[in-house]
């Protein structure tokens, strides 16, 4: 694959080591990840604030399987936020999930692997069309893998949306009796989990402006005010860093349209 599209705002949030550990709770309330105490890592954490994804990536894959979660974090970031092409999109995701995959495998108390597992299949297929990737199996595994992220750690918002989002997704294209017959998600859950995802990451702009396109998705007509006090909400954050930045600009797009 080509050098990565290029983040348009990582000159304008420069971090370094020192600065990524005193800002880590507030960088990490979304995915609770543990501060690294690695020197290395928590530089390649450094790129990644700053948006540089594709070293990021590389630092955390040099880094070994401690490094794999900024690996992945990076390449989904680099995957949803800038990169242009969906072909392109779609194999970062694909690299995603393979690679969580084999973290499961060695790490299977690691929160952070089982859920880019399946925040990278869930992805994945919606790409491909929810519809054809349920048919093809792919809805258990998303399940599977978000009930494992929160099953070691319920504090997860990043797992709480994708399994809300994935949840509207399923009901959308399918209905929600079929949905519920057949892969047991129901409006309430989908819900319930976008409402918890808020709670525990009320200032994050990736958090709210997924919440906004999963209510779109369960009705739209009857939830077009929630979402867009919530697409509000996403443009009007203070961004802590460029992945920040990229969410609260994405809101202020997905509000012009």
Not at 20 to 27: D, K, T
Not at 91 to 108: C, T, W, Y
Not at 149 to 166: I, K
């Amino acid at each position: 694959m080509s050098a990565w599209t290029p983040c348009p705002f990582a000159a304008d949030s420069p971090f370094d080591v020192a600065r990524v550990r005193a800002l880590w709770p507030e960088l990490h309330a979304v995915d609770a990840e543990p501060l690294p105490e690695d020197e290395a890592l928590l530089h390649g954490w450094a790129l990644f604030h700053t948006g540089l994804f594709e070293q990021a990536a590389d630092t955390g894959l040099a880094s070994g399987i401690d490094g794999w979660s900024l690996a992945n974090r990076a390449t989904a970031a680099h995957a949803a936020l800038v990169e242009p092409n969906e072909g392109a999109r779609l194999e970062l995701f694909k690299r995603v999930h393979q690679l969580a995959s084999a973290q499961v495998l060695q790490r299977p108390q690691l929160a952070s692997a089982w859920y880019w597992q399946g925040y990278a299949l869930a992805r994945y297929a919606q790409g491909i069309h929810v519809a054809r990737a349920l048919a093809q199996g792919l809805g258990s595994q998303v399940r599977a893998a978000l009930h494992a992220t929160l099953a070691l750690n319920p504090r997860h918002a990043y797992a709480h949306v994708a399994l809300g989002a994935f949840q509207a997704a399923v009901i959308d294209k399918l209905g929600p009796m079929v949905g519920a017959m057949t892969y047991g998600v129901t409006a309430r859950s989908a819900l319930d989990h976008l409402e918890q995802a808020q709670r525990l990451a009320p200032q994050s702009a990736a958090v709210l402006h997924e919440c906004a396109g999963a209510l779109l998705l369960l009705d739209g007509r009857a939830r077009l005010d929630e979402a867009t006090r919530l697409q509000e909400a996403a443009a009007r954050v203070a961004p802590r860093d460029a992945v920040e930045r990229l969410w609260v600009e994405l809101a202020r797009t997905s509000l012009a349209l």
